[in-house]
């Protein structure tokens, strides 16, 4: 069976600080990865999505980048975090295909102060 | 581009009410885009509830239901008797076609607050 794990599960952390959060799939070989981002009160957002090996496409700008340094490995990350990074940060994977399943990680809570 | 509005929570009802979170759709990228119901519990991540990717069709998990109506482009969530336990955000969503690989439109989620 497939797993997700996502860490840290939650961080505070200060404004200019850098951020680096991870996303591991176990079980699945080339699954394409996906960052999705909640704001309080917002809708998730596709930040990132990569079908490949070291190869990441940014979907919203948001100056955080993401890479995949192999197969079943995702992170986010910034050098300089700001207010309004704050929110959820959601791991996800889905096979290739069309009607695939999304199956999400367990997510990280972010505050930045 | 893909939109997706859900009734704005929060939503509060007594243990074995019955429920409905209304959910509409605009899709430009895709005619007929597959439609999922989200559940994230309370200090938990999001799990999939249910999925419909045949417009008509009706998905069914938990004694929830929903039904994909591509005429009033709907995808309505209903459960006929809550549970204390079914207290969460429920996120409906498509799946919009980006580029070679697809990505999920959520609605803002609505949250479910069942009282014994």
């Known amino acids: 069976a497939q797993t997700i794990h996502q860490w840290p599960v939650a961080e505070i952390k200060a404004v200019g600080s850098p951020l680096s959060l991870g996303c591991t799939i176990k079980?699945?070989?080339?699954?394409?990865l996906y960052w999705y981002w909640q704001a309080t009160g917002g809708t998730l957002q596709q930040l990132f999505y990569?079908?490949?090996?070291?190869?990441v496409e940014s979907v919203v700008q948001l100056n955080l980048s993401a890479s995949r340094p192999k197969d079943d490995q995702f992170i986010l990350s910034t050098e300089k975090l700001l207010l309004s990074h704050s929110g959820f940060y959601l791991c996800?994977?889905?096979?290739?295909?069309?009607?695939?399943?999304?199956?999400f990680g367990s997510g990280t809570r972010l505050l930045v102060i | 581009g893909d939109s997706v509005t859900q009734t704005e929570g929060p939503v509060t009802v007594s243990e074995s009410e019955s429920l409905i979170i209304n959910c509409t759709y605009s899709?430009?990228?895709?005619?007929?885009?597959?439609l999922f119901w989200y559940v994230r519990y309370p200090g938990e991540g999001l799990q999939l509830l249910l999925k419909?990717?045949?417009?008509?069709q009706k998905g069914s998990s938990r004694g929830f239901e929903a039904t994909y109506n591509k005429e009033t482009t709907s995808f309505h969530l209903q459960k006929a008797s809550v549970q204390e336990s079914d207290s969460a955000v429920y996120y409906c969503?498509?799946?919009?076609?980006?580029?070679?690989?697809?990505?999920?439109?959520f609605g803002l989620g609505t949250t479910l607050q069942v009282q014994p």
């Open positions: 996800a994977w889905s096979a290739q295909g069309k009607d695939s399943d999304y199956t």
């Open positions: 899709a430009t990228s895709i005619a007929y885009p597959n």
């Open positions: 969503a498509l799946a919009s076609i980006t580029g070679n690989t697809g990505k999920l439109i």
């Open positions: 079980g699945k070989s080339s699954p394409n």
């Open positions: 990569s079908i490949t090996v070291g190869q």
């Open positions: 419909v990717i045949t417009a008509g």
